[in-house]
């Protein structure tokens, strides 16, 4: 988005560079957002699939 804001050269070109960075900055917080987010599905299954097995060794040793 560019916005029609005057400023000295030094001054734009500061801003220019804070921009760049928060936008790298914020990459890099989608990528360990994502991270964070698959190993939470991954563990989420994983408790799901220990559960389902806890249920049928608790239904077999009761006969249920």
Do not use: C, N, Y
Not at 2 to 16: F, I, N, W
Not at 26 to 39: G, H, M
Request: hydrophobic share 40%.
């Amino acid at each position: 988005v560019k916005m029609l804001v005057q400023g000295t050269p030094h001054e734009t070109s500061a801003l220019e560079r804070e921009v760049e960075l928060l936008r790298e900055m914020l990459d890099e917080t989608k990528a360990d957002r994502d991270s964070w987010k698959e190993q939470a599905q991954k563990i989420t299954a994983l408790v799901e699939d220990q559960s389902a097995r806890k249920k049928g060794f608790w239904a077999r040793l009761t006969g249920a």
